[in-house]
């Protein structure tokens, strides 16, 4: 029996199971009703932009929230959503961004990356649209009324995952570099389903029930006999030196927890600096809908960004 903290995250569990009996449906028509019900914060100013995120000309658009308080050479946080790179939206994490913007304050900035689709679009495209968007907005940080010193990183799910594989893009290619970057609920590997985290909560798995019929077929686009390059799933990395200072977010009752907390030890191990919280009774992305237990991680989160932008209280 599960034994949920907050009132109403026993929704957000039985949302994630993958029956349809009338319980669930009503469980997911609450969280429903409590995204619908969620107000913009005043003097939050949301705009679209289209940019170029290859060298042929190819646009995507991305969303800006500016905070009313942001002030000049405000930071900077390109946020990453997740559906496990085939779904999603800049839509899924309007109450996210709005979270971390009000708080810090900081501009936040999520990227509609391209989704895959089986056929064209695979890895490493998803990534290099962020890769793009990230070298964007280093280059327009003044112009957007931002810091281009001090921009950090963050993303849910498989935008966790993104934003993993393009901070070691960057640590190895020379790109621009985060000051920060929060995981939230990050698949990390392709063998997650050894984890004993996944058998403990097998009905709350994220996708299909192996990797082989989800991750690899649908992001890398299927087998070649090799590895899977660490920019896809970091856990394949076997130094992750260097890297910029981390925090690792995972949920007790995610079949990814156990993925997420491996990789944390390992970014300590290999001296980068890691807050590690797994937040309790609570399943993946749990994060998604204004509630007290996402009001917590966001509090957390925001305090993070500002230690790392040497914002008050931490200059």
Same mark, same amino acid.
């Given at each position: 029996?599960?034994?949920?903290?907050?009132?109403?995250?026993?929704?957000?569990?039985?949302?994630?199971?993958?029956?349809?009996?009338?319980?669930?449906?009503?469980?997911?028509?609450?969280?429903?009703?409590?995204?619908?019900?969620?107000?913009?914060?005043?003097?939050?100013?949301?705009?679209?932009?289209?940019?170029?995120?290859?060298?042929?000309?190819?646009?995507?658009?991305?969303?800006?929230?500016?905070?009313?308080?942001?002030?000049?050479?405000?930071?900077?946080?390109?946020?990453?959503?997740?559906?496990?790179?085939?779904?999603?939206?800049?839509?899924?994490?309007?109450?996210? $961004?709005?979270? /971390? @913007?009000?708080?810090? =304050?900081?501009? !936040?900035?999520?990227?509609? %990356?391209?989704?895959?689709?089986?056929? &064209?679009?695979?890895?490493?495209?998803?990534?290099?649209?962020?890769?793009?968007?990230?070298?964007?907005?280093?280059?327009?940080?003044?112009?957007?009324?931002?810091?281009?010193?001090?921009?950090?990183?963050?993303?849910?799910?498989?935008?966790?995952?993104?934003?993993?594989?393009?901070?070691?893009?960057?640590?190895?290619?020379?790109?621009?570099?985060?000051?920060?970057?929060?995981?939230?609920?990050?698949?990390?590997?392709?063998?997650?389903?050894?984890?004993?985290?996944?058998?403990?909560?097998?009905?709350?798995?994220?996708?299909?029930?192996?990797?082989?019929?989800?991750?690899?077929?649908?992001?890398?686009?299927?087998?070649?006999?090799?590895?899977?390059?660490?920019?896809?799933?970091?856990?394949? $990395?076997?130094? /992750? @030196?260097?890297?910029? =200072?981390?925090? !690792?977010?995972?949920?007790? %009752?995610?079949?990814?927890?156990?993925? &997420?907390?491996?990789?944390?030890?390992?970014?300590?191990?290999?001296?980068?600096?890691?807050?590690?919280?797994?937040?309790?009774?609570?399943?993946?992305?749990?994060?998604?809908?204004?509630?007290?237990?996402?009001?917590?991680?966001?509090?957390?989160?925001?305090?993070?960004?500002?230690?790392?932008?040497?914002?008050?209280?931490?200059?």
């Amino acid at each position: 029996m599960i034994c949920n903290p907050c009132p109403g995250f026993e929704s957000v569990m039985l949302a994630a199971r993958k029956e349809n009996t009338p319980e669930i449906q009503a469980a997911k028509a609450e969280l429903n009703r409590l995204a619908d019900n969620f107000e913009i914060p005043e003097g939050m100013k949301i705009e679209d932009r289209m940019i170029p995120v290859d060298k042929e000309g190819t646009e995507r658009k991305i969303r800006i929230f500016t905070p009313a308080d942001a002030g000049e050479k405000a930071p900077i946080i390109m946020s990453l959503h997740g559906g496990g790179w085939r779904q999603g939206d800049l839509e899924l994490d309007t109450f996210r $961004c709005c979270a /971390l @913007a009000e708080r810090i =304050p900081a501009i !936040v900035i999520t990227v509609d %990356y391209r989704l895959v689709d089986g056929k &064209g679009i695979v890895y490493p495209i998803p990534l290099m649209d962020c890769y793009h968007a990230f070298c964007w907005i280093f280059e327009h940080a003044a112009e957007l009324g931002g810091d281009p010193e001090r921009i950090g990183l963050t993303g849910n799910s498989a935008g966790g995952n993104l934003a993993e594989g393009l901070s070691l893009y960057c640590r190895d290619q020379g790109g621009p570099r985060s000051v920060f970057t929060a995981l939230v609920c990050p698949p990390l590997s392709v063998d997650f389903t050894k984890t004993v985290g996944y058998h403990q909560w097998y009905d709350y798995k994220v996708g299909k029930a192996t990797p082989q019929l989800f991750a690899e077929p649908g992001y890398l686009g299927g087998y070649n006999g090799y590895m899977a390059p660490y920019y896809a799933f970091p856990m394949n $990395c076997q130094d /992750l @030196a260097g890297l910029e =200072p981390h925090m !690792v977010v995972v949920a007790e %009752y995610d079949a990814l927890r156990d993925d &997420g907390l491996r990789y944390a030890n390992r970014l300590l191990e290999h001296g980068v600096q890691c807050e590690i919280y797994c937040a309790a009774r609570v399943g993946h992305c749990y994060n998604r809908f204004p509630h007290p237990y996402s009001d917590l991680l966001h509090d957390m989160m925001a305090a993070a960004f500002q230690r790392e932008f040497h914002m008050k209280p931490y200059r």
